[in-house]
């Protein structure tokens, strides 16, 4: 798309308007010889406006002859245009070619690389081994190998199981997505006791290897011998060591908060509105503006103006910065509505915390008030099995 848009600006274009009652057929013509016509939006019920190339507006004369339509150019775009406004003056034309030619080459170089996905990997470590085959900021697009970074970075880091690389403009993008590892096992052969992640209430112990050493009812904490790997004969001192292995089901609790003010405070714009330019060359700007923001208070808003009309991501950029006054107003919520939406917030908190085995066994929750703050606590208590396997340390 974006070589179709360098394309059309370098032979010009025209954006044209079209009117009449056979609007239908004068496409279906234009179609038909191979008149290539784009953007096309209907403004009314009798008027077309598109774009067309100089050569397809030159064949479109006989149509809008045989369907009784008229056509009217409304801009003319493209470098053809600009060079004709230029033909009389050489000096500005000099410099409007060279900073064209400028603005090409940059536009073939890359000036970022970001990195997407990773998680494990260190975004560092992944510009270290890209930096390494001279792939950093300034290196032309071109010369990227996609496929052999692609198999470089697979090969360098194990955990990744999926890679992807596009350049866009001039940006380089990798997307990477990472396995899900497992937790280590322990091997079957290796002593290891089954203990306690969190506190929590015995509902069951089920002992499939080792010795269960806490009963329905009993309340254990973090770290508590559940099921042990030590088993102790009865008719001598001697001690076995086993792989204790089994499931213990406790209930436990889990809590989330959320505080949400009773007199919110909302800033609502006063309409007054200050702006400030800039322009960028990568990560270093300079505005042009001089003077303090005429407001107290206010927020601000930017936005990138093209400094040309085509589509290519250049490394220099101009923003303006708007600056709009703000008044400060205090306004009382519905206590009914906080409570609500504070306690649907809690418990989708809470669900990302459950584990996927988790058995919900009831929900509360409570609110209370102090200081205009209305403080929503959501209490769950869950069935789950608490049991992690740890190594027995002999010595």
Avoid at 201 to 228: H, M, P, T
Avoid at 295 to 313: A, G
Avoid at 363 to 389: C, F, H, P, Q, R
């Amino acid at each position: 798309m974006e070589v179709i848009k360098a394309w059309n600006f370098l032979k010009g274009y025209v954006i044209i308007k079209v009117e009449g009652l056979t609007l239908e057929r004068f496409l279906n013509l234009a179609a038909t010889k191979d008149i290539y016509l784009w953007d096309i939006n209907r403004v009314g019920y009798t008027v077309l406006e598109m774009k067309a190339t100089i050569e397809g507006f030159k064949a479109l004369k006989e149509i809008v002859k045989k369907v009784g339509c008229r056509v009217e150019i409304i801009e003319k775009k493209g470098l053809p245009f600009i060079m004709y406004r230029l033909k009389y003056r050489k000096m500005l034309a000099f410099g409007f070619v060279i900073f064209f030619g400028i603005i090409i080459f940059l536009s073939s170089l890359i000036w970022d690389i970001e990195i997407i996905g990773n998680e494990k990997v260190r975004t560092e470590d992944i510009m270290k081994i890209l930096e390494k085959e001279n792939i950093k900021n300034g290196i032309i697009k071109y010369k990227i190998d996609k496929d052999y970074t692609k198999h470089l970075l697979l090969n360098e880091f194990d955990t990744f199981s999926f890679l992807s690389i596009e350049i866009k403009g001039t940006k380089l993008i990798i997307e990477i997505k990472e396995q899900d590892l497992p937790p280590e096992k322990i091997d079957m052969d290796t002593p290891c006791n089954v203990v306690a992640t969190k506190k929590g209430v015995i509902v069951k112990a089920i002992a499939r290897n080792g010795k269960a050493v806490v009963r329905k009812g009993d309340v254990v904490k973090k770290g508590q011998i559940l099921i042990s790997g030590l088993i102790s004969d009865e008719y001598s001192e001697e001690q076995i060591f086993v792989h204790a292995d089994g499931e213990v089901l406790a209930t436990t609790v889990y809590t989330y908060r959320i505080d949400e003010p009773i007199i919110k405070t909302i800033k609502e714009e006063t309409g007054r509105v200050h702006e400030r330019r800039e322009i960028k060359f990568r990560q270093k700007g300079i505005q042009f503006t001089k003077g303090e923001i005429p407001y107290k208070e206010y927020i601000e808003e930017v936005r990138e103006v093209k400094l040309i009309k085509i589509d290519i991501d250049l490394p220099i950029k101009m923003f303006i910065h708007q600056y709009k006054e703000v008044e400060t107003k205090e306004i009382k919520q519905n206590m009914d509505f906080i409570k609500q939406s504070t306690y649907i917030k809690a418990v989708k908190e809470l669900n990302k915390q459950l584990p996927k085995t988790a058995q919900i066994e009831s929900k509360d929750v409570k609110y209370y008030i102090k200081d205009d703050i209305l403080s929503t606590y959501v209490i769950m208590e869950v069935v789950e099995d608490i049991g992690e396997k740890i190594i027995i340390n002999r010595n």
